[in-house]
């Protein structure tokens, strides 16, 4: 059983940034893919970011390169989602995400993970 727990979202105004943190859980953690999801009101949950196991792989969605940087802290067993110059449309709850066997690869479809965390609110005012 893997547990992933969000912390970091909050109220704050455009322009500004914010880090989101995952703490896991699992003795495998470092052979996890780990990705990064967003769902607005009335809206699909989607990809935001993906990292792979080892940290050197990467992928973003086009609405957030550039702005937002994923990565990864195997012995803290940790992702963060750094994200900045944030825009209203950004608002949305935030979800982590492990994929425990296909660590090799980056995922962007949510089927794709097995375990998520609780998510955590990040509402970007105008």
């Known amino acids: 059983q893997v547990q992933l727990v969000e912390s970091g979202g909050g109220l704050l105004q455009a322009g500004g940034s914010l880090r989101l943190s995952c703490a896991a859980s699992?003795?495998?953690?470092?052979?996890?893919?780990l990705g990064w999801f967003r769902q607005a009101p009335g809206k699909e949950r989607e990809f935001v970011a993906g990292i792979s196991r080892s940290g050197t792989r990467t992928s973003y969605a086009d609405s957030v390169k550039g702005r937002f940087t994923i990565s990864r802290d195997n012995a803290k067993k940790m992702v963060y989602l750094q994200m900045n110059s944030l825009k209203p449309e950004d608002t949305a709850v935030y979800y982590c995400?492990?994929?425990?066997?296909?660590?090799?690869?980056?995922?962007?479809?949510?089927?794709?993970?097995?375990?998520w965390g609780q998510g955590t609110q990040v509402t970007v005012s105008s």
């Open positions: 699992g003795r495998t953690f470092s052979s996890y893919a």
């Open positions: 995400a492990a994929n425990i066997l296909g660590g090799y690869s980056i995922y962007n479809r949510p089927t794709e993970y097995d375990y």
